[in-house]
């Protein structure tokens, strides 16, 4: 592979043990290079302000600043993996209305899926998710109070999405990629992509972790915009 086209990913641990199998994992691939480690989130900080990373695979438990806490000031510098054994509905929510891209449980994943994830998150066609990743964010969905269902044109409007823009959310929210966005709504890729933009810009969001957890209500579209 083209060496510009190389994914440069900084790993975050604490365990030393996990981090040299996720290290000598990820770098079987040919395309992967651990450009740096870490044993909590504040030297992960660190060292993502200074090596820029294409992505930041995070544990969660972990001293000093745990995963928690440290994926919301390492979003808005890079894309962030969370990749640990922890499984807690309340932590998952938590790293994605952080910010993670995606929520990862070992145990749950293939290498040929690990690698996957990886590639789908570096390029934004994928918020990679383990089962009960996913079904955390569907949970909070379903445990939020009941409220009369508004019409989605007045939901549209108060975010801004155009009505094609709106369809796009729908389906970025069922985990569904870019490619499958274009086939499903009879568009190129590129459309998708821009509408994705678009879109982004008008919730405030970054990543496609954010935009689902606005989409779906795990936290309020202000608390988006914010960010």
């Known amino acids: 592979m083209n060496e510009t086209h190389r994914i440069r990913v900084l790993v975050v641990d604490d365990n030393p043990v996990v981090r040299s199998g996720l290290i000598a994992l ?8 651990v450009v740096g480690e870490a044993g909590d989130g504040g030297r992960a900080i660190e060292l993502a302000q200074s090596l820029r990373p294409d992505l930041v695979m995070l544990d969660v438990r972990m001293p000093l600043v745990d995963g928690v806490e440290a994926v919301s000031k390492l979003s808005p510098i890079t894309r962030v993996l969370m990749l640990t054994y922890t ?3 309340d932590v998952i929510r938590s790293a994605i ?3 993670a891209v995606g929520y990862l449980v070992h145990g749950a994943f293939t290498p040929e899926e690990l690698s996957a994830a990886v590639h789908g998150a570096v390029q934004g066609t994928a918020n990679p998710l383990s089962p009960v990743a996913l079904s955390a964010v569907l949970q909070a969905v379903r445990e939020a109070p009941s409220e009369p269902t508004p019409d989605p044109a007045v939901i549209r409007a108060s ?9 796009v959310m729908d389906l970025i929210a069922q985990g569904r990629s870019n490619s499958d966005i274009a086939q499903t709504l009879f568009l190129s890729e590129k459309t998708v992509k821009n509408h994705i933009n678009r879109l982004y810009a008008k919730l405030g969001v970054d990543s496609r ?4 957890a606005c989409w779906l209500g795990t936290h309020g579209g202000d608390e988006a915009r914010a960010r």
């Open 209 to 212: 972790g954010a935009a689902i």
């Open 87 to 89: 499984d807690d509905p």
């Open 97 to 99: 209305r952080g910010g």
């Open 159 to 167: 975010l801004g999405l155009s009505t094609r823009e709106a369809e």
């Open 26 to 33: 990820l770098e079987s691939g040919g395309d992967i290079d």
